[in-house]
């Protein structure tokens, strides 16, 4: 009986260990993330302030759409994005997390297929693997729509992807005038390679040049408004795509280390007199700048460029304007163009241009500058923009990359306001920025708009020449 039982514990330990070699590991070099379900070894992490009762998969809303149950592969996860006051959550979304790393080197984006009840924003990417400090983070703004719409988010440097955990991340809240909650599905997440339909990295960051005294602290190459990330931009099927990403996928150096030494994060310190230029590069393309570092009362940096003309005329006929300001309209009375709330954050002045009619205005923006439209506390030159569906302005920079615009709507009783960024692709020239009235989102209205604030991103400082403001439809 007692060698029955050794033969029969002998047989199930066969057993056993054939049917452990037919299980399989994870690959760890999948591209699917979530394909109609969670793929092996991954799942959903919801971010701090959010419930993963919020994130559910559903098979009853199918990619692509069907009135059936949905196929193998056609389930989708859906976010339910919580409305104002929700008492448990203030928006939505978190991680998707392999269990083990992986090893995404051979693929060169991340692709995904989403819709929502309504349009909104949402930001979305790769990276956080929902540690402190994630490595190699990199992300966007995007916007949802209401039918199925496939996006890209390219990888700024695929051979940084070796160990990676953090294979697609998303958040939204409450959006609208007033917020309210909405809803939106994901299907299709996966890694993939498009070779040639990506073009880039394009650098985003201009040319900069600081003088410094050797002593100064350490200052970061190439400030963006993010902490610990830099923009950079890409060409992909779909248009130009600007994401942000970690330093970590950036080589920086410098031309001469004695003078200014660059870290591993783009940090840099001075170290002796004389000149330096540190670069920003993503697997060897220059992806930034380059920042140019003068050290020594000798050197100084040379005087930033000025526009040479103003911005082209306007040809939206006046009776469709609201002017505010710029040559071809009559405008509106602005009580102040700088604000006195503001003017610790920016150095105004209203410039004419050699051989020209018209003058323009330059802002310094070492963060916001105000433009208040009556004075403040009063509901004097109030603008009703409600039937208006753009706002316009023309900048020229020698320096920047981003441009804020805020309104505020009623700022002397219950106070709405809203920024939209809009990014110059070019410095040295007029660029002419059409805003959509709708992408004010959560204004709360637009028929008492008070005030009006330029702002840069957190941390940086740039030059803007503004010429032609005026909201049109």
């Known amino acids: 009986m007692a060698t029955r039982s050794r033969s029969l514990q002998s047989v199930v330990g ?8 037919c299980i399989q590991s994870p690959s760890l070099t999948s591209p699917e993330v979530f394909v109609g379900r969670f793929a092996d070894d991954v799942g959903f992490q919801p971010f701090d302030k959010t419930s993963d009762v919020n994130v559910k998969q559903d098979s009853t809303v199918c990619f692509p759409d069907t009135s059936l149950f949905c196929p193998d592969s056609g389930a989708t996860l859906k976010v339910v994005v919580p409305g104002p006051g929700d008492p448990a959550n203030t928006f939505a979304g978190g991680a998707i997390v392999a269990g083990l790393p992986r090893n995404l080197s051979g693929y060169d984006a991340v692709t995904f297929w989403a819709k929502s009840t309504r349009a909104a924003p949402f930001e979305v990417g790769l990276g956080a693997d929902q540690t402190d400090s994630p490595r190699f983070k990199a992300g966007s703004v995007a916007s949802l729509s209401t039918g199925w719409t496939q996006y890209f988010i390219p990888i700024p440097l695929a051979t940084s992807l070796t160990a990676e955990k953090g294979l697609f991340f998303f958040s939204a809240g409450s959006d609208g005038s007033p917020a309210t909650g909405f809803t939106f599905w994901l299907a299709n997440i996966q890694y993939v390679k498009i070779g040639a339909s990506i073009v880039g990295p394009n650098p985003v960051l201009p040319p900069v040049c600081v003088a410094k ?61 004389g000149t330096a230029t540190v670069t920003a590069s993503l697997g060897g393309v220059a992806a930034a700048g380059p920042l140019t570092v003068k050290v020594g009362a000798a050197n100084t940096c040379p005087a930033l460029a000025v526009p040479a003309d103003i ?13 505010l300001f710029g040559s071809a309209y009559v405008p509106r009375t602005v009580n102040s163009w700088q ?27 070492r963060s916001f500058a105000g433009v208040g439209f009556g004075r403040d506390g009063t509901t004097e030159n109030q603008i009703d923009a409600s039937a208006m569906t753009w706002f316009h302005v023309d ?23 809203s920024t939209v960024r809009s990014y110059v692709q070019e410095t040295g020239t007029w660029i002419g920025l059409e805003i959509p009235m709708t992408a004010f989102r959560n204004l709360g209205g637009t028929s008492k708009l008070g005030q009006m604030l330029f702002l840069v991103p957190g941390g940086t400082t740039a030059t803007f020449y503004l010429d032609n403001i005026y909201f049109h439809n």
């Open 311 to 323: 911005a082209p005329r306007p040809t939206v006929p006046a009776a469709n304007v609201i002017s």
């Open 395 to 417: 900048v020229w920079t020698p320096d920047g990359h981003a441009f804020d615009v805020k309104l505020v709507n009623d700022p002397t009783g219950y106070p709405s306001e």
């Open 339 to 365: 604000t006195v709330w503001s003017t610790c954050c920016n150095d105004y002045e209203q410039l004419d241009v050699p051989g020209t009619t018209h003058p323009v205005k330059r802002y310094t923006l």
């Open 213 to 273: 005294t050797v002593g100064s602290g350490a200052f970061p190459a190439f400030p963006s408004g993010t902490s610990g990330a830099m923009p950079v931009a890409f060409e992909v099927s779909t248009g130009v795509e600007r994401i942000t990403a970690s330093n970590r996928y950036f080589t920086f150096s410098s031309s001469d280390p004695s003078v200014a030494s660059v870290d591993l994060v783009g940090s840099v310190s001075v170290q002796g007199p």
């Open 14 to 21: 066969v057993l056993a260990a054939l049917a452990a070699g």
